[in-house]
């Protein structure tokens, strides 16, 4: 019988892994590392990943994100802990009104984001998005999705950068990963790269970044399960993510 909790304490940990094969860019060009995909240990400091891990959620035991042992929040009164029944041990679950947030130190210029949703009721929800930070320079991000397309939009400040696009959301567990090299973000569903686009590297500040909704004032809150949250110090590369699929 599944455990259902809604406390907070402290976190285990989980696999990361290192290094592996580029992508390949529009020109079909690449550039980067061939090496064999090397898995590197935990998140406790047994083996530093590459690149680095800014942020972790497994949600096996509670909402503690395993780096910096902080804990998310619950805006609203609809967040579950299922302690057995995610993609990879624990899962939250979000009821469509209620979503997570965290803190998150100033975002590096290139970055990885990968997290593992299954929708309950597939409609036009916010998966992850970091708002814009009034008065400072900021990369703001925002994952989406419906019943037909799964999104990824960023802005730097002044433009909104190439949306990318990719299948939409499903009532079975998928895993959504975004990377930004510095020149082109891309987007993979389930391991598979689905599109690349242009983008401007900003370098921002200190800010919240939220799960399951865009705000905790909007309307767009996922009524379905997140697991297995990571922000990465640096874009993997599409093996990498394959790696990352297969944990």
């Not at 680095?52 to 609809?78: E, I, K, P």
Request: aromatic fraction near 8%; charged fraction near 15%; include cysteine.
């Amino acid at each position: 019988m599944r455990a259902w909790l809604c406390v907070l304490a402290l976190a285990g940990c989980d696999r990361v892994f290192g290094i592996g094969d580029p992508y390949e860019d529009a020109a079909g060009s690449t550039s980067g590392s061939d090496a064999a995909i090397d898995t590197v240990g935990t998140l406790d400091g047994t083996g530093p990943p590459t690149p680095a891990v800014l942020a972790h959620f497994s949600f096996d035991t509670d909402y503690t994100n395993s780096v910096n042992r902080t804990a998310a929040v619950c805006l609203g009164t609809g967040c579950m802990l299922d302690t057995v029944g995610g993609h990879s041990g624990g899962q939250v679950y979000l009821d469509g009104s209620s979503c997570l947030s965290f803190g998150l130190a100033a975002t590096p210029v290139t970055y990885t984001i990968a997290l593992w949703v299954k929708a309950q009721n597939i409609r036009q929800t916010t998966l992850l998005a970091r708002p814009e930070i009034s008065g400072s320079a900021s990369q703001t991000w925002k994952i989406s999705g419906n019943s037909t397309v799964i999104e990824y939009d960023t802005w730097d400040g002044t433009n909104t950068d190439a949306l990318l696009s990719g299948p939409g959301l499903s009532a079975s567990y998928e895993q959504v990963v975004v990377t930004f090299d510095g020149s082109y973000k891309h987007l993979f569903i389930d391991g598979v790269h689905e599109t690349m686009g242009a983008a401007t590297p900003v370098a921002t500040a200190d800010g919240t970044v939220f799960l399951g909704c865009e705000s905790a004032a909007t309307n767009d809150k996922l009524d379905g399960y997140l697991d297995e949250i990571y922000i990465y110090d640096g874009a993997l590369t599409a093996a990498q993510v394959t790696a990352l699929y297969n944990l």
